[in-house]
């Protein structure tokens, strides 16, 4: 069984999945991870068919060297994005992956929330390029490694509201006080 980086909460309502060596623009695919962690996985997945599309877009925040703008990017408080289909793809394969191991376990796919979602650059792969008066430059690949953890949101239960249980914290001064105030009456 594989390592992963980060182990979820609740090992029983978690699904994991991971690629190793994809073939896949690395910061690409970190922008991409960025844009679907925290949310739902069936969200996420229709977001990044719109992605494809050229229906939404993806905001580049941190490698953002070089990249245009877009007013697609508005609606992520961001200017410069792109639709990285490549990165995009490999998402979609990955969390469809996801999605047949939550079901194996017996989760709920519509409650799974992407809480944990990893990219690693892998070992470059090398190949050269031939220059003019007979010089060589590298022309690499920059492959990458991807887990992703989801899990189902535990639903917030609201506490009863009930004025005789609750506690009240004092301090020895205020408690002081109080006594002071019943010894006058």
């Known amino acids: 069984m594989a ?3 980060a182990t979820p909460a609740n090992e029983a309502k978690s699904a994991k999945c991971r690629g190793q060596n ?3 623009h690395f ?3 970190v922008e991409t991870a960025n844009a679907i962690k925290g949310r739902k996985l069936l969200n996420a997945v229709s977001y ?3 992605v494809q599309e050229h229906k939404q877009c993806i905001p580049f925040r941190r490698f953002h060297r070089g990249i245009g703008r877009t007013a697609q990017a508005k ?5 410069l994005a792109r639709w990285p289909a490549k990165s995009a793809k490999f998402m979609l394969d990955l969390l469809k992956n996801l999605q047949a191991n939550a079901e194996s376990k017996g989760l709920n796919t519509e409650e799974l929330v992407i809480k944990h979602i990893l990219v690693n650059p892998a070992a470059k792969r090398r190949r050269r390029t031939f220059r003019a008066h007979g010089r060589i430059n590298p022309y690499m690949r920059s492959p990458c490694h991807i887990e992703i953890i989801a899990s189902e949101e535990n639903k917030n239960v609201e506490k009863a509201k009930d004025k005789d249980t609750a506690v009240v914290f ?3 001064q205020q408690l002081a006080a109080k006594r002071l105030l019943a010894s006058r009456k």
Request: positive net charge; aromatic residues 10%.
């Open 3 to 5: 390592r992963y980086s």
């Open 75 to 79: 609606a992520f408080g961001a200017t």
């Open 170 to 172: 004092k301090t020895r």
């Open 27 to 29: 910061k690409n695919t």
């Open 22 to 24: 994809l073939v896949v």
């Open 48 to 50: 990044l068919k719109d």
